[in-house]
């Protein structure tokens, strides 16, 4: 075994090895979000609206209950990108929605 194989991870104070590190600080970077009742979203997910929304600049009123088909994750702890017939780059907040 090398040297190289190893590094020093500052946050625990121990040398680890590299490919074992990359992946403690993978799943760090990575944003959970969860919807109106705490269910973690992941993308393709369907979502139901808790509550009537005004699109702006739509001139549309999504209703509650609107099935939303395959969600996209922004990377955002509070945004879900998604798709709605005649609404182009819809962007929900995962506080309205409820996992399917």
Known sequence: MSDDDYVYDEDSGEWLPAAELASRQKAADAVEVRDAVGNVLADGDQVT???DLEV???GQTLKQGTLIKAIRLTGDAQEIDCKYPGIKGLVLRADFVRKR
């Open 49 to 51: 609206l808790i509550k």
């Open 56 to 58: 702006k600049g739509a």
